[in-house]
């Protein structure tokens, strides 16, 4: 099976605009959460949704927003991007029903200039 | 969730045990330890977690203190491959529905060959 896939895998944005991210979970998994790492710290939880409703919500401005799929793959939006939100954006799936495992996948590199 | 303490960086030679200490003082009865490692350039990576006894699987083992308020995970021969930070994270809830991680900064671990 393949793992979580995201795309795209760079994307370059200037001060201003808005990105769209995308995430496709394991097969089978209904459960993507997303995060944010900035170069040197760890990652940072933004959303999970669980059957496309909101389960979760890191702190993190309005100008981010995410939604869930009936195929259970994910889409997170940012608007109005900042120099600051220059970051890796990991997608992770969960197998609810007992497992606590997340499965990362290798993330979106956003550059916002 | 509550806070962990790592040392920001080990060093190991390959082929030798690695031991990598998380310090837990404000942990609670209910909190599992969790570990999670991120190689360069992917999202970080499942290793193991424990609640009170020690765990082993096949990357590694956990050893948790009696009174729960530190842990170490063992690497059992180290390779360059196992480069990598390493995250000690603490979860509550894990039946419910969040899933979120909060990670720290992690120990930046190095293999020397």
């Known amino acids: ?113 | 969730d509550a806070k962990t303490t790592q040392p920001n960086s080990m060093e190991s030679n390959e082929e030798e045990p690695v031991h990598l200490p998380c310090n837990h003082s404000t942990i609670s009865g209910t909190d599992y330890i969790h570990w999670y490692r991120q190689l360069p350039s992917q999202g970080p990576e499942y290793v193991i977690h424990g609640l009170t006894s020690n765990v082993n699987n096949r990357m590694a083992s956990l050893a948790i203190a009696e009174d729960r308020k530190s842990s170490t995970l063992i690497l059992h021969r180290a390779t360059l491959r196992d480069a990598a930070v390493y995250y000690c994270i603490l979860r509550a809830d894990p039946s419910g529905s969040a899933r979120q991680l909060t990670f720290g900064s992690g120990t930046q671990l190095t293999v020397l060959p």
């Open chain 1, 1 to 113: 099976d393949a793992g979580v896939t995201q795309s795209p895998t760079h994307l370059i944005k200037t001060r201003g605009q808005h990105v769209t991210l995308r995430c496709s979970p394991i097969s089978g998994h209904k459960s993507v959460s997303w995060y944010q790492q900035v170069l040197g710290q760890g990652p940072q939880f933004i959303f999970q949704y669980y059957e496309k409703e909101e389960r979760g919500r890191g702190n993190f401005p309005d100008r981010f927003s995410a939604r869930q799929f009936p195929n259970y793959s994910s889409e997170l939006n940012v608007n109005a991007l900042l120099l600051g939100d220059s970051a890796l954006y990991l997608c992770a799936s969960i197998r609810t029903g007992g497992s606590e495992k997340l499965f990362f996948g290798s993330g979106t590199q956003l550059s916002v200039l």
